[in-house]
């Protein structure tokens, strides 16, 4: 069984999602299909369960994926190691964004790296369909994402960026040549869904407007990519955050402010269990810093 193959093989039994899975590996949905087949047929039996609805591990898929897990992680824990010795490394700390506007943090990973040289700081897109995972799965050392986060095993670290959230609406919507809107327009319209889990979500797009209207959920999108054609045909309207303005500046886009939208607070978060000293030294330089204005 090849090493790629592998990967794929242990990624989908992590995410039961064929197009997450392809996602987060950089491929298509048909090469981890093409995997998954490659590989039942050497077995001579179904690692999973498929339908319309849902993806789940067989009891041999099951039982695969706790054999190779381990090792695959030593494996790859292994050539990392390598690696950063070779750069002159003898650490890395992971960090997850739920957005992506890594430039608007330059000065924050810049003052990390003036205190840690040793250490390899890398990026990874954490996405808003379930960041949280990737932090339980030891995927990622460290989340940004925004405030609240109420979760049991989760520490909450410092704040290190603050901004104001807006409205994205289609050139052709009735509300793009608004000079402003407020959560109550919401109820007369549709909004994205997606980001989990539901109070997180709730706290950037409320159950209801101000006077108690149900605002009405619509497409379920798990990647900006996604919501973008839907924008853009005006098909939905997504409260989203202000950098969004730069980083995804598009004619077909509108950004309007939301004047009763609370200021958003991005803050650093981490699995208490494995919080190391590389954690404690990147929330350190954050508290040092100080919250960033976006």
Sequence with gaps: MELRDIEIFL???????????????????ARVSQAIKKQERRIGAALFERDNRRVSLT????????????MYDGLRDGIERAALAARGKTGTLVLGMVN??????????DAFRSRRPECDLQLRYAGFADPFRLLRS?????????LPVREPDL?????????????????????????SVSYEDLGDEIVFGGARPDYWRNWLVPTH??????????????????????????????????????????????????????????ALIWRTATESALIRDFAATARELGPLAL
Excluded at 158 to 176: I, K, Q, Y
Aim: with cysteine.
């Design 11 to 29: 990624t989908l039994a992590e995410e039961l999602h064929f197009g997450r899975t392809a996602e987060r590996l950089h491929v298509t949905t």
């Design 155 to 179: 520490t909450v670290g410092p704040v290190v960026s603050v901004e104001d959230v807006v409205l994205v609406v289609g050139p052709d919507h009735r509300l793009a040549g608004w000079e």
């Design 100 to 109: 992506e506007n890594p430039q608007d943090l330059r000065p924050l990973f």
């Design 209 to 266: 407007t101000p006077s108690g209207r149900l605002i009405r959920i619509g497409p379920i999108v798990t990647t900006s990519a996604e919501m973008t054609p839907l924008i853009a045909n005006s098909e939905a309207v997504s409260p989203c955050f202000a950098h969004s303005i730069r980083y995804y500046a598009r004619p077909d886009h509108i950004y309007l402010p939301i004047r009763d939208a609370p200021v958003a607070q991005w």
């Design 138 to 146: 030891g995927d990622i050392d460290l989340l940004i994402a925004w």
């Design 59 to 70: 009891p041999i898929g099951l039982q695969l994926f706790g054999d190779l897990k381990p």
